[in-house]
């Protein structure tokens, strides 16, 4: 098996049984500014410190490559319910200057069997930086 990263104990993996990994990461990261109005004269810009960084990605569950999808929800349902906080490491590098926390996940529930049973699942994750206090 080869481990991409993982987030936690939330792992992002490859092996021919398994493929559960993600796709599409975005990583923001930006700065905040006050405005000051001046008579007669452009607005004075002044630097108030960073923003809060974000970071977004896709994930595809699926049981045709070996994951159960609703499983795989609940445990990242559960973490933004419970305010779960870890880093986040992919390869060998640990992504901003502190540890993250999911704030949203929307989940695309594409197919299902007969039965009722989840099939296949795209899952957007929307995370945080939790800076330490």
């Not at 970071?55 to 445990?75: C, Q, R």
């Amino acid at each position: 098996m080869a481990v991409i990263g993982a987030w936690g104990d939330t792992v992002f993996s490859v092996s021919r049984k398994q493929v559960k990994t993600f796709d599409g990461l975005t990583w923001e990261v930006g700065a905040k500014y006050a405005t000051h109005d001046r008579h007669l004269k452009d607005p004075l810009l002044e630097y108030t410190g960073t923003d809060v960084e974000a970071i977004s990605f896709t994930m595809m569950f699926s049981v045709f490559l070996g994951v159960n999808p609703m499983k795989e929800i609940t445990k990242l349902v559960n973490a933004v319910r419970s305010g779960r906080i870890d880093r986040l490491v992919i390869g060998s590098k640990a992504y901003g200057k502190s540890k993250w926390v999911i704030t949203k996940v929307s989940n695309q529930l594409n197919r299902y069997d007969n039965r009722g049973n989840l099939l296949a699942a795209k899952v957007d994750v929307s995370m945080q930086a939790y800076p330490d206090r």
